[in-house]
């Protein structure tokens, strides 16, 4: 509908609403629109012609991506902090030629430009690269924005990550005395901070790789709970084919039917409404006695319940050789116990009855309750299991499912393509997996759980280049304390757990900051899902104990190549 510039979509969607309800008795259809551009993040309406775009998976990438870059913003201020050791005497020199402040600080922000843009240009270039895989990984058609918008993102991006990369130890050095300079004892003298700026980075640093490591745990049981979940029902090697106006044409469509069933790799063959795999339901109210009740409609034939390996709890199913069962119904234990029959058992031979409308107008079908199936996930498991109940009515048949033997699928699918060409040559096969269907709805969870999984993995080499740097700097300002350490007993061991001590008490206090909030917002985001995990205590613990390992390992080396140098080589000089 396109409305005119000044209408309301409230006032439309009321109207319409009005008018539903006045031409429709006991009308259950609700008026909702919905503007076009808000379908592609915003949909997730029954029916839509593509898949929508989850928005939690772009915020949670988003998010990622700039703990990323703060992570490697944090490394590049440590790194360049640490390494002022080497460059001390250097800027102790500009400063006696007669360099200021002003030129010094210039000249290390030039130099962290000049790093920043580099990084850029090869981005973009393995940007350029990557964008057909990404287009292949997201199912979309990223393209490379104009010469204007790339030129614009880098001149922001440079001098934003310039600022916040290079300030800091620009100022540093430009701060730094002449004499201490030169004799490189700028650190005598300082007292030791209990958080300095160095040791907070760290943390930061720690909590966002601790973060990433546990929201990857979570979202992995989560994706395994839906894979190893029990529906209720078989939907291994069930082929799904769309019925159109044409296929459905009764003699076509029987003559379909026999001839699949023919097939030595064919079970069952079974008709419905709907397929297995989050197509909506039709919805009606239903009738005991006096009371309505509204829940799911689902047509069924003969065969459906057998292709599906679906349990009868109590009764039957239909039979072709009752003929009453045209008017008769199934019901699962939900809709059962929101009849009130208790045990489910009693809703056998009980009068139902409800009121539809088709193509002719409003219909009434009366029947009694045959049999009370298993409950089953009709939906994707982010939905509870819906009340239903299934009847026979053949002119609402949408699709028709194969039940085929666990063999080359291939050339099972060829037969079907020949058949179905054989009797419906102006149609093309319309056709999917049922299991594919189940799997490809957890697509956008599935792609947040890669996407987790690369940059936890990512984030921990960003810290370990940062840590091995930093434990590299911190055995050269302290290899004299290693040499007396040593001369006075101190096993090589020792020395490792006091240079490691300081990295492993960090990351307490960063699983202690951190650990609360992902827990709060991973539970938020197990809350879009009837089915969910909770949260193991492994999944909290593991990350933590991940860390330290990786500390351990990333700053043994270093530190006991230092410990293991003669005493004599670094307190030669006092």
């Not at 730094?176 to 650190?187: F, R, W």
């Not at 299991?435 to 690369?454: N, W």
Request: charged letters at 15%.
């Amino acid at each position: 509908i396109q409305l005119r510039d000044d209408t309301s979509p409230q006032v439309v969607q009321s109207k319409t609403q009005d008018i539903l309800d006045s031409r429709i008795p006991e009308n259950t259809i609700s008026a909702n629109l919905q503007s076009l551009n808000q379908i592609h993040l915003g949909g997730n309406r029954n029916d839509e012609l593509t898949p929508n775009v989850d928005k939690t998976s772009i915020f949670i990438a988003f998010i990622i991506g700039l703990l990323i870059m703060m992570m490697s913003i944090i490394n590049y201020i440590n790194l360049t902090s640490a390494s002022t050791l080497k460059r001390t005497k250097e800027v102790g020199m500009i400063k006696v030629m007669g360099s200021n402040r002003w030129l010094i600080f210039l000249r290390f922000v030039s130099e962290s430009f000049v790093f920043c843009l580099l990084a850029h240009v090869l981005s973009l270039i393995l940007l350029y690269i990557l964008i057909p895989y990404l287009n292949a990984f997201l199912e979309t058609t990223l393209s490379m924005p104009s010469l204007w918008e790339i030129s614009l993102f880098l001149l922001f991006s440079i001098i934003v990550l310039t600022v916040l990369s290079g300030t800091y130890t620009a100022l540093r050095m430009s701060d730094l005395k002449i004499i201490p300079s030169l004799k490189g004892d700028i650190y005598k003298g300082q007292p030791k901070q209990l958080f300095s700026l160095r040791r907070i980075l760290l943390i930061v640093q720690f909590i966002a790789c601790i973060g990433l490591i546990t929201s990857s745990f979570i979202i992995t049981d989560q994706m395994e709970l839906f894979f190893n979940q029990d529906t209720g029902f078989k939907k291994e090697n069930v082929l799904a084919i769309q019925l159109s106006n044409t296929s459905q044409e009764f003699g076509r469509l029987t003559e379909l039917k026999n001839r699949l069933s023919g097939l030595e790799a064919v079970e069952s063959v079974a008709l419905s409404s709907h397929h297995m795999g989050g197509d909506q339901l039709y919805s009606s109210n239903y009738y005991t006695s006096s009371d309505s009740i509204n829940m799911g409609r689902l047509h069924i034939d003969y065969e459906f319940l057998q292709v599906y390996d679906i349990e009868i709890m109590a009764g039957r199913g239909f039979s072709l050789l009752n003929t009453a069962d045209t008017s008769n119904f199934i019901i699962n234990k939900q809709a059962a116990s929101l009849f009130g029959f208790e045990p489910f058992y009693e809703a056998i031979d009980q009068p139902l009855s409800y009121s539809a409308q088709n193509e002719e107008g409003r219909y009434l079908k009366q029947g009694r309750v045959i049999g009370v199936v298993n409950d089953f996930n009709f939906q994707s498991l982010h939905h509870d299991i819906r009340p239903m109940v299934m009847d026979i009515q053949p002119p609402r048949n949408h699709f028709l499912s194969v039940k085929l033997e666990n063999v080359n699928h291939r050339s099972n699918l060829e037969k079907v393509e020949e058949i179905w060409s054989g009797i419906f040559p102006e149609e093309s096969l319309n056709y999917f997996f049922i299991e594919d269907r189940f799997i490809s709805q957890y697509k956008a969870e599935s792609q947040t759980q890669l996407i987790v999984k690369l940059f936890g993995i990512l984030s921990i080499l960003i810290a370990a280049i940062g840590l091995l740097g930093l434990t590299y700097f911190d055995t050269l300002i302290r290899i004299k304390e290693i040499g007396i350490r040593k001369i006075l007993g101190s096993s090589s061991f020792q020395i490792l757990r006091l240079f490691t001590k300081e990295y492993l008490l960090l990351i307490v206090v960063g699983f202690g900051l951190v650990t609360p909030f992902i827990f709060w917002f991973m539970n938020n985001w197990l809350q879009n899902f009837a089915y969910r995990i909770d949260i193991s205590a492994f999944s909290i613990i593991a990350p933590l104990l991940l860390m330290i390992g990786f500390v351990v390992v990333s700053t043994s080396y270093t530190i006991l190549k230092a410990a293991h140098t003669n005493p004599s080589k670094t307190l030669r000089n006092e």
